[in-house]
């Protein structure tokens, strides 16, 4: 019978048996008579030993890093060993060899970025490019649990649009059987009109396409979304407070989820149970720039601003001037020069941003006419508003984003699989 096949982290709870390891040889040592070799498989990493002698000593000596290797031999206590635990190879099987030198030693920390995503799949052997993933996968899950638990629908809406979304610029267009048609810059229109339908509550997580010019390190031309909208909300500072607590949900399951998190990304971001809520205005007096827009500049300062004098790495900015909101924002009833909206902003970068919604069929259309829009180009929509849409609101969290914060990386390239900007199309 051929020996159980094991993972490399489970070497230890079969010391005194004959094992199988699949894996890649991430280290070779020849010293003397005995070749030491690390084999990394999805688990980690277990020293493997072939001794002069042993009829696997000459294949253990000729193998190289990233060769992908089949080993038999016992596993065994070893004090010396790193987790305490080798195996005494007995017979090592070359499945197949890796050219020597690599594109990228991923083993290296400080590859330059472009090179590293050039050689994504390999920049993915090093543990600390898959966390990124790992973060992601628990972000999006610990999201989409917090969504559920409030009863909200999970939904999944069209990804190929005839209208532009979020207003005209920086769409992809298609052509769609000789038609014109868009790659979905937002779900908005559609978790809107999930409103019209009594569902009340919807979220989904999904692809957004934007043909944005930016090429600097918080951008993206596809990235995942999270939408949520819901019904009956009372203002934006309501809506605001689901974006706050899955913000809250993703990090702490980041945290959690990602091994060694302190050691390789440092401190957890702080979000107190009630952050700051502060509207544009007063946030630009608070770093000193009475009147400001609310730049990329200006949200790192409020970030910083609001550490020291609230001790939150998160902030609510409301209020945002009706010319730098889409069509769909509910207007200040007060001052309609602003808006019921607001934004999060983590560790100085906007991370997520929603409102509440016009519901009034004539406002509304009014109201795409002052951005410029034509309101038949939207009918499919607008027509909704016209039988029983109730008061409603809800926002996008940009996933990459948000991991790019949690984790406190640099590029918010590193926080997705194969990034697409206006240059890299491929891998
Ligand atoms: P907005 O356009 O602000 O709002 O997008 C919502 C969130 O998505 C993320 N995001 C991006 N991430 C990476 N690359 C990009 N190019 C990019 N653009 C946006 C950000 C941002 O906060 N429909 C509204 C949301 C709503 O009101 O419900 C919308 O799309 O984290």
Redesign the pocket.
């Known amino acids: 019978m051929r020996p159980r096949r094991i993972l490399a982290s489970e070497a230890a709870s079969y010391a005194g048996d004959r094992v199988r390891l699949k894996g890649w040889v991430s280290r070779v040592r020849v010293l003397g008579g005995i070749v030491f070799l690390e084999l990394r498989d999805r688990s980690g990493s277990v020293q493997v030993v072939a001794r002069k002698g042993s009829p696997c000593f000459n294949t253990a000596k000729k193998l190289g890093r990233d060769y992908v290797v089949a080993v038999e031999g016992e596993a065994r206590l070893e004090e010396r060993a790193p987790g305490r635990v080798e195996i005494v190879a007995a017979h090592i099987e070359v499945i197949n060899e890796a050219e020597k030198p690599l594109p990228l030693d991923y083993t290296r920390s400080g590859n330059p970025l472009n090179l590293r995503l050039d050689w994504r799949f390999l920049d993915l052997r090093n543990p600390r490019s898959q966390a990124a993933l790992k973060a992601l996968a628990e972000a999006a899950h610990a999201v989409r649990q917090y969504f559920r638990s409030q009863g909200f629908l999970e939904i999944f809406t069209p990804k190929i649009i005839g209208q532009a ?2 207003g005209g610029a920086d769409v992809f267009p298609l052509v769609y059987f000789g038609r014109e048609a868009f790659l979905a ?2 779900p ?1 229109l559609y ?1 809107q009109l999930m409103m019209a339908t009594g569902v009340e509550r919807v979220f989904e997580i999904g692809v ?1 396409f ?1 043909a ?1 010019e ?1 090429r600097g390190p ?4 596809e ?1 995942r ?1 999270i ?1 949520y ?1 819901l019904s009956f909300v009372e203002d934006h500072v309501e809506v605001a407070k689901y974006a706050v607590e899955a913000v809250r949900r993703a990090a702490e399951a980041v945290v959690r989820g990602v091994e060694g998190y302190n050691e390789v990304f440092g401190e957890p971001p702080r979000i107190p149970g009630s952050p700051p809520i502060l509207s544009v205005d007063e946030a630009c007096r608070l770093i000193g720039r009475p009147g400001c827009k609310m730049s990329a500049e200006e949200e790192e300062l409020l970030g910083k601003a609001v550490a020291k004098e609230y001790g939150s790495d998160l902030v609510v900015v409301t209020e945002y001037p009706w010319s730098d909101r ?1 069509f ?2 509910m207007k200040h009833p007060e001052d309609p020069s602003k808006t019921r909206s607001f ?2 902003i983590l560790r100085g970068l ?6 509440q919604r016009e519901h009034r069929y004539e406002v509304l259309v009014q109201q795409l006419r002052e951005k410029g829009l034509d309101p038949s180009g939207f009918k499919f929509y607008l027509d909704h508003f016209k039988y029983g849409m109730p008061p409603h609101g ?5 996933l ?3 991991v790019k914060q949690i984790l406190g990386l640099r590029n ?1 390239r590193e926080a997705v699989l194969a990034p697409r900007d206006p240059e890299r199309l491929a891998p």
């Not at 918080?218 to 031309?221: D, E, F, I, S």
């Not at 906007?350 to 409102?355: L, W, Y």
Request: glycine fraction near 10%; charged fraction near 30%.
């Open positions: 979304s979020e810059q937002s908005q978790k957004a934007r944005e930016h918080r951008h993206l031309c990235f979304s939408d909208e889409p769909y924002t934004d999060i906007e991370i997520a941003s929603g409102s809800g926002a996008g969290i940009g990459e984003r948000l918010i």
